[in-house]
């Protein structure tokens, strides 16, 4: 149960408060002897409301409301939005390190394969070397005749 008390003039004082045009307040709000003030002057109509019945919300009720779901629905999409950011970032990571893998398996074959081109030049000098060894043995014993 709610009290609405409806003043005809808005910007009135009553007990204590200025009042607007209609507000909603919980029931113990107001005092038997306040209400009673109210009824007895003319620029204002008290109503018990049953909130169940009728739509007690108030304009700040409303408000927080209003806030509430917002807060809620920008929490939502903040997750929403944190999540592919972090689904990109790791698909950006996955697809750099691929990138990197192929572009340090290609320097190791290069590597690879200049690696057994020296070496067969290296083998092919040595086997120059040791044909000249022979050879200037060779002639080194054919002049020894």
Partial sequence: MKIQI???SPGMWRNGVQHPASEF????RWS??????????PAFTVREVDEKAENTLTETDFQL????????????KAEELQAKFDQAVKNAVEDKTAELKAD????????GKELAAANDKVAKLEKQIADGKKAAKAGDDGGDK
């Fill in 25 to 28: 307040y919980p029931a113990d």
């Fill in 104 to 111: 340090h398996d290609n320097a190791m074959d290069k590597a």
């Fill in 65 to 76: 409301r209003v806030d509430a779901e917002v807060g809620r629905q920008m929490k939502a």
């Fill in 32 to 41: 038997e002897k306040e209400l009673e003030r109210f009824r007895a002057d």
């Fill in 6 to 8: 409806i003043c005809s």
